[in-house]
């Protein structure tokens, strides 16, 4: 679609067998009671809705989809290959977008989400406004990868995966690059309980990684520095790890060295990505999960984000106001990364614990983490408030607690610069 404002003005269910690439200066207005519904393409499955842009790694820019009614119907993108025109290694949603400019979904509506593609996926972009969004399925809602200044707001979600993914590093067929994520607000958004879920309402993923060098050992979804280049290992997650004596030195797409194939991820070369200057604002957390939010390393045969003896980043100024703990979460916040500052500005808790640990891999180096806790209201005892393991540390201060006398316990290497509640240190 080549550009201007196109309405879809008569209400009805449109089947759409291929995918619609979108130009520049692109707004789509969908009408009530109208529906996009996919079917499959007899060439071969890719999106519902990309950017043209997104095969040259050009950037578009003024895009918009307003009232979309999505109906998935069973049907996903085919696996990520060189031979697959229609697909890009990485890039994994029914409504993508890979270097975007200026974008805005609104309005949209999706109640079958399949257990494979995210909904909508935005990686490598600058301004992206999400509102007013109702997802729900079996996997991410909205899956953010490296990026600029976003906004994801009014959304209600009831997902199995994660309502919201913040993935500057991912697994290789998660993310077509990598690079930090900033300057985001995430706004007026529900996690509604269901019968089941793996993840957390939000995921917030950082990775490191090393220059290739001659017998190094790798596994799925390892990164390395090479020519000028970062390439990835694009295999099965099976566990396997294999010994590297060839660097990889080819341009584009994949090739197989030493029995494995390397894929090349991005030509711009960095070394680290995570997560800066994030607000989370009125989040209420329906849902039962293990863990409301994590910020985190990755390590398992998906993806070790952490590769050892990297230099691990340092994912900063996370700020969380009226966060609103209404399911069974037994830590609200969880973190195996290094982490600046984390800031709880007037927020609803229950018996939950704020954690760190160490990803227990070699070379990973931990600051201390900033903790402040002000206007809090616990709707029961906590027993456990934080909760620092395995060389982690933390200073905090707990001011302007709304509980009248709360008494509750830490653990770990936690400096209490100030507190209006009696800490007990287990």
């Known amino acids: 679609m080549g550009g201007g404002d196109i309405y879809i003005s008569e209400p009805g269910i449109y089947d759409l067998s291929d995918q619609v690439l979108l130009d520049d200066n692109t707004a789509l207005y969908f009408c009530a009671g109208s529906y996009i519904r996919r079917q499959n393409c007899p060439d071969g499955n890719g999106f519902v809705f990309i950017n043209r842009g997104a095969y040259t790694r050009t950037y578009n820019k003024?895009?918009?989809?307003?009232?979309?009614?999505?109906?998935?119907?069973?049907?996903?993108?085919?696996?990520?290959?060189?031979?697959?025109?229609?697909?890009?290694?990485?890039?994994?949603?029914?409504?993508?977008?890979?270097?975007?400019?200026?974008?805005?979904?609104?309005?949209?509506?999706?109640?079958?989400?399949?257990a494979k593609d995210f909904c909508i996926h935005i990686c490598t972009f600058q301004n992206a406004v999400v509102e007013r969004v109702r997802i729900e399925g079996k996997k991410d809602a909205v899956h953010f990868g490296r990026g600029d200044k976003f906004v994801v707001r009014h959304g209600i979600f009831k997902t199995f995966d994660d309502p919201i993914a913040?993935?500057?590093?991912?697994?290789?067929?998660?993310?077509?690059?990598?690079?930090?994520?900033?300057?985001?607000?995430?706004?007026?958004?529900?996690?509604?309980?269901?019968?089941?879920?793996?993840?957390?309402?939000?995921?917030?993923?950082?990775?490191?990684?090393?220059?290739?060098?001659?017998?190094?050992?790798?596994?799925?979804?390892?990164?390395?520095?090479?020519?000028?280049?970062?390439?990835?290992?694009?295999?099965p997650p099976d566990g396997r790890i294999f010994t590297s004596l060839t660097q990889p030195t080819h341009e584009w797409g994949e090739q197989e060295y030493?029995?494995?194939?390397?894929?090349?991820?991005?030509?711009?070369?960095?070394?680290?990505?995570?997560?800066?200057?994030?607000?989370?604002?009125?989040?209420?957390?329906?849902?039962?999960?293990?863990?409301?939010?994590?910020i985190l390393f990755d390590k398992d045969n998906w993806s070790r984000s952490y590769y050892p003896n990297s230099k691990a980043p340092v994912q900063e100024n996370i700020t969380f106001e009226n966060l609103v703990v209404e399911g069974d979460i037994k830590s609200v916040v969880m973190s195996n990364t290094p982490v600046d500052n984390l800031r709880f500005v007037n927020c609803t808790l229950k018996n939950n614990t704020i954690r760190f640990a160490n990803i227990g891999t070699e070379g990973a180096v931990y600051p201390k983490t900033n903790i402040l806790l002000n206007g809090t209201y616990f709707k029961e005892n906590v027993d456990l408030l934080l909760d620092c393991k395995d060389g982690t540390s933390a200073n905090t201060v707990i001011a302007n607690t709304m509980n009248e006398s709360l008494e509750t316990c830490i653990?770990?290497?936690?400096?209490?610069?100030?507190?209006?509640?009696?800490i007990n240190k287990a």
């Open 62 to 114: 003024n895009i918009k989809i307003c009232g979309l009614k999505l109906i998935c119907n069973g049907i996903v993108s085919d696996a990520p290959s060189d031979k697959r025109p229609k697909t890009i290694i990485g890039l994994n949603g029914h409504l993508c977008f890979f270097y975007i400019k200026n974008l805005i979904i609104e309005d949209l509506e999706c109640l079958d989400l399949p």
């Open 166 to 235: 913040l993935n500057a590093h991912d697994y290789v067929t998660s993310n077509p690059e990598m690079g930090w994520i900033e300057n985001g607000l995430i706004e007026d958004c529900y996690d509604l309980n269901d019968t089941d879920t793996v993840g957390f309402f939000c995921r917030i993923l950082a990775g490191s990684w090393v220059d290739w060098y001659e017998g190094m050992q790798v596994q799925r979804s390892d990164t390395v520095v090479s020519n000028g280049r970062l390439y990835r290992v694009f295999m």
């Open 258 to 294: 030493d029995g494995f194939v390397w894929a090349v991820v991005q030509n711009d070369v960095m070394y680290n990505c995570g997560c800066r200057n994030l607000h989370f604002k009125d989040i209420y957390l329906q849902k039962n999960r293990p863990t409301g939010l994590y």
């Open 411 to 422: 653990t770990g290497d936690i400096n209490i610069k100030a507190a209006d509640i009696k």
